[in-house]
């Protein structure tokens, strides 16, 4: 081994081992898909799993814009199905920063329970899974094999879940949830850093001409708690046209901005474009760009192409 690779190895393993402690500085900042704030909020709250009838898919990839190496990305994939008042649904999703990506998995149980026809809803959603990190040794530069690294990658699989509640109608969404349970769930192993775990938020809908279907404005605000951060609130809007167009934007009190659009191609598939700035002086925390795809078999039953 060479002196530079020897240097680069002591350094991986001093990373490693200060990683068994906090879950690596590279998790300071949160990293989820920012589709959660407006088009894919399952992301955030299980209670609002499988809003459309029938089957429906969301795949959303983010990744960062910035030129450097292992620079992070974040997908996800979720999949539901829903049945009168019940839905099952899971979610899967990866968070990769620098050497280290963050797995999890998840299964939920949703409720939508009628409270006025279909005008108002309560929501109930439950989620139970796993999360795993992991060090990917291909992309260690060097002598493979480092005990650290070794030790990091053979522990087991933590047990995560969620729980959320929420109500709906055709202006309210207000909700509350602990989109993570895994401190409650393994004791001392705690959540990773960054993980949300709870979250309370509310928005209203107003219909410019009294028309659902024609111009639309949408503010939300959330609060959320981060382990191992501080508290962070998300301020946005979200101006839509005829069902067909959106355009929207949230402040993070994090000094991020993310601003996109979505559109709908036909009333079972739409897709939304994120972009979000970078905090300044943070490598792993650079400008990100966001897609993401929903596709609904039996079409927006919500009637809505934000939820």
């Not at 609002?48 to 997908?75: C, I, K, P, R």
């Not at 649904?89 to 006025?116: E, K």
């Not at 690294?149 to 522990?155: P, T, W």
Request: charged share 15%; net charge neutral.
């Amino acid at each position: 081994m060479t002196l530079k690779e020897d240097v680069s190895m002591k350094r991986i393993s001093l990373f490693v081992a200060m990683s068994g402690l906090v879950v690596g500085s590279v998790y300071a900042q949160p990293n989820q898909l920012n589709a959660q704030f407006f088009h894919q909020p399952y992301l955030l709250n299980p209670a609002l799993a499988g809003m459309d009838q029938g089957w429906s898919f969301f795949l959303g990839y983010a990744h960062q814009l910035n030129e450097v190496q292992d620079a992070g990305h974040t997908q996800a994939l979720t999949a539901a199905y829903r049945s009168g008042k019940t839905a099952l649904a899971i979610a899967a999703s990866q968070d990769r920063q620098g050497l280290i990506a963050q797995t999890r998995l998840m299964g939920t149980y949703a409720y939508h329970l009628p409270l006025d026809g279909d005008r108002q809803h309560l929501h109930f959603g439950l989620s139970l899974g796993m999360h795993r990190a992991q060090i990917d040794e291909s992309d260690i530069r060097g002598q493979t094999g480092d005990p650290v690294v070794g030790a990091f990658n053979e522990q087991r699989n933590a047990m995560d879940g969620g729980a959320g509640v929420a109500y709906t109608d055709a202006h309210w969404t207000i909700q509350v949830a602990m989109p993570a349970l895994s401190g409650k769930l393994n004791g001392e192993r705690g959540d990773l850093p960054g993980t949300s775990t709870f979250m309370a938020g509310a928005g209203y809908r107003f219909n410019a001409g009294g028309a659902a279907d024609c111009l639309t404005v949408e503010p939300r605000v959330y609060y959320r708690t981060l382990s191992g951060m501080p508290a962070v609130v998300d301020a946005g809007i979200s101006l839509g046209l005829k069902n067909k167009f959106t355009l929207d934007g949230v402040y993070h009190s994090s000094d991020r901005f993310t601003g996109g659009i979505s559109t709908t191609f036909t009333s079972q598939l739409s897709a939304v474009l994120l972009y979000s700035n970078g905090i300044n002086g943070i490598n792993f925390s650079g400008e990100r760009l966001e897609l993401g795809l929903k596709y609904a078999l039996g079409g927006r039953s919500s009637g809505r192409l934000n939820f």
